[in-house]
């Protein structure tokens, strides 16, 4: 099983980045990105359904960034749209292999999923 994320990038603010994660060896139960400012804890971004329909994401990015996958080519992305400088962290993809809570909550906590990208960097200049 492998998650490997992609698509980080500098930009300026105000400006567009898609986060990739190609997923392979597995189908999963539901899939999210987290993301780790320097000196910060990790942190929720969005989370998904593997089917879709489910999307849910933290406050501070809503109507600002779209989780979503690609059926076909099996990748998981991130669309980061008027992206501003309080963006600026390292990105991960993130896997869980069923689908056992019932509540989201569950799923905005890290200790949920299974498997892990590696990470890709996001840097958003003012």
């Known amino acids: 099983v492998q998650l490997q994320a992609s698509g980080g990038g500098l930009v300026q603010a105000g400006g567009s980045l898609r986060l990739s994660c190609a997923a392979s060896?597995?189908?999963?139960?539901?899939y999210g990105w987290f993301r780790q400012a320097p000196g910060k804890e990790r942190q929720f971004v969005a989370t998904?359904?593997?089917?879709?329909?489910?999307?849910y994401y933290t406050d501070s990015v809503k109507g600002r960034f779209t989780i979503f996958r690609d059926n076909i080519k099996n990748t998981l992305h991130l669309q980061m749209n008027s992206l501003k400088p309080e963006d600026t962290a390292v990105y991960y993809c993130?896997?869980?292999?069923?689908?056992?809570?019932?509540?989201?909550?569950?799923?905005?906590?890290?200790?949920?999923?299974?498997?892990w990208g590696q990470g890709t960097l996001v840097t958003v200049s003012s």
């Open positions: 998904n359904t593997w089917r879709g329909g489910s999307a």
């Open positions: 060896g597995r189908t999963f139960g539901r």
């Open positions: 993130a896997a869980a292999a069923g689908t056992a809570y019932t509540r989201t909550y569950y799923y905005t906590l890290s200790t949920t999923y299974d498997y």
